[in-house]
């Protein structure tokens, strides 16, 4: 991980590094203010005044102080912080090449970004703190440590070094061991996700067994990785933590005999008494800013191999509005296997076009190159090659309609609205086209729907999905299979509603119901030819 991604992670947060900084120091030096005057005072020949009393307790709780803003601070920084850092990765998720997105699957993504975005919490909440105030009560105790005996300070100062390739040496295989637990435990709970979100599936099943079966191996699987890194993170690290804690109990045992012999003045049992749980509580702290860097590494390689490595190829070009789409033997490459289909055709406004064409012949994978979904070749939009188009400014006049809508656990309006309120002009016009006829006899439009669909019918989810495309402004209308597995009345409202937004428009359908083929003016045969190896199976 190079230092340019530290140097941007702090000047983009400039001022709370700063404020930070300012107050870990204040309260490391509160926190060691005790041992430095004993230490300053015993050397002076007037003696302990009892002055000292007061300010070592106004000190103590100027540091309490400091440490409490200091916790409010970061926390209110934290929810800004972790807001912006999830969306900038959704973003790059959402910027993800399509084959990329849905062969890495999408649980699994957001379970990675997730991880990603609490680890850079931990590390620039905890962690950048935890350096600088162990860097400054190392230095101080070290200091401490030399006042009392040079041989002591000899002592801790070549520990410093012990515990930095003590670690560099574990974190070699920490990391290994870290990336297989990130990955493992978001393979784990895309299975769960994926396995539990079907409540019909699930409350099919006789008995709990059967569940059991699918989803509780891989969880066992992931916590006994999860159990590998931490015997092995905390077990090397103990042997360290163990060199530590015998070098500190035996310069306990020596100050002890020196002030026996009276080698040593009795005060300095007291400054020893502090320092030196100084010194090992900020080494261990380091140990913990380590580990906490790693998990930081091994997510920021997610990001860098998986998000940014998959990005989608875009077109320089503009586009205001889609007049005509050609079609002159599209190609693209799915893996290692080319795709080319005999298709040569040009489509312009008013037509309403039905794709024809046997299962698997690739009509769905067709339709997905006018949306750039994959990179292709032989088609033309406006007579320009759909690769030169940027993917914004097409898909914005393109309105998609798969087989399966998405429905949000949201209001009715909401969900037409993909997140935001409808105007009243809006709902009318919905309303007068009668495609949520059905549906608005038993709900209004605040009634809250929830995830899947669980409370709508088949066809009422595909009423939805056409209402929300009634209020898109486009050139293009693609309907994948939109009426596949729903009723005939929904079906035919749907090719209705269609029709009377086709004026003007292109039209582009699948479905597997010929009938539906009397609502087309222009007619598509699908072919399409394969050459190459094909894709092997995941891993
Ligand atoms: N993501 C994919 N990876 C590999 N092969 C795929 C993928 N998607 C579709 N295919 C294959 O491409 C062919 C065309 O699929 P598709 O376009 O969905 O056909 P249609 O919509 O005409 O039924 C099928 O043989 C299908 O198995
Ligand atoms: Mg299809």
Redesign the pocket.
């Known amino acids: 991980m190079g230092g340019r991604f530290m140097k941007d992670l702090i000047l983009k947060n400039k001022k709370f590094v700063l404020i930070t900084l300012v107050l870990v120091i204040l309260t490391s030096v509160t926190a060691t203010i005790t041992p430095i005057i004993i230490q300053a005072v015993t050397n002076q020949t007037t003696g302990m005044s009892k002055n000292i009393f007061g300010i070592v307790i106004t000190a103590m709780f100027v540091s309490f102080a400091l440490q409490f803003a200091l916790l409010i601070y970061r926390q209110n920084y934290a929810a800004k912080f972790n807001t912006e850092h999830i969306s900038s990765l959704l973003r790059k998720m959402f910027e993800m090449k399509y084959?990329a997105y849905?062969?890495l699957e999408p649980t699994y993504l957001i379970n990675r970004i997730v991880t990603a975005v609490d680890s850079l919490y931990l590390f620039m909440l905890s962690s950048l703190e935890g350096i600088t105030q162990a860097t400054f009560i190392i230095a101080v105790s070290l200091f401490l440590a030399f006042s009392v005996h040079w041989v002591i300070f000899v002592v801790l100062l070549l520990l410093i070094p012990v515990n930095y390739f003590g670690f560099r040496f574990i974190n070699k295989r920490l990391k290994q061991k870290m990336e297989a637990m990130q990955s493992k435990s978001a393979i784990a709970n895309k299975d769960l996700v994926s396995t539990l979100s079907n409540v019909d599936n699930i409350k099919q099943f006789s008995d709990y067994r059967t569940l059991e079966n699918i989803v509780v191996p891989s969880l066992g699987k992931m916590y006994r990785t999860l159990a590998n890194t931490n015997k092995f993170a905390q077990g090397s690290s103990s042997i360290i933590d163990f060199i530590n804690q015998l070098v500190q109990t035996l310069i306990y045992l020596e100050i002890t005999y020196s002030i026996t012999q009276q080698w040593l003045p009795i005060s300095t049992i007291v400054i020893i008494g502090i320092a030196l749980p100084l010194f090992f509580n900020s080494l261990r702290k380091l140990t913990e800013v380590n580990l906490s860097f790693k998990t930081l590494e091994t997510s920021l390689d997610f990001v860098k191999n998986e998000l940014d490595h998959n990005k989608e190829d875009d077109g320089p070009q503009q586009l205001n509005t889609i007049e005509s789409i050609s079609f002159d033997n599209p190609a693209f490459k799915?893996?290692e296997?080319n795709?080319r289909f005999f298709v040569r055709k040009q489509l312009s406004k008013g037509e309403v076009v039905y794709?024809r064409?046997?299962?698997?012949?690739?009509?769905?994978?067709?339709?997905?190159l006018l949306l750039k979904f994959r990179h292709s070749h032989g088609i033309h939009i406006n007579n320009t090659p759909i690769e030169m188009i940027s993917n914004h400014s097409l898909r914005s006049r393109i309105a998609y309609l798969s087989q399966h809508a998405t429905i949000l656990s949201r209001s009715l309006q909401e969900n037409i609205g993909f997140g935001r309120l409808l105007t009243e002009e809006e709902k009318a016009y919905i309303e007068q086209s009668r495609i949520l006829a059905p549906i608005l006899q038993s709900k209004s439009w605040e009634t809250l729907l929830m995830e899947n669909g669980a409370n709508l019918s088949g066809g009422e989810k595909q009423r939805i999905a056409i209402a929300r495309m009634l209020l898109k402004d486009a050139d293009v209308y693609i309907l994948?299979?939109s009426t596949s597995s729903i009723d005939q009345a929904s079906s035919d409202d749907i090719f209705k509603t269609m029709l009377t937004m086709a004026k003007d428009k292109i039209v582009i359908y699948?479905s597997h119901d010929s009938e539906s083929v009397k609502y087309a003016t222009t007619i598509i045969s699908?072919e399409?030819e394969?050459s190459g190896e094909p894709?092997t199976s995941n891993d």
Request: glycine share 14%; proline share 4%; charged share 25%.
């Open positions: 084959d849905s062969k799915l893996g296997l795709f794709l064409g046997p299962s698997g012949s690739g009509k769905s994978s067709l339709l997905k994948d299979e699948t699908v399409t394969r894709i």
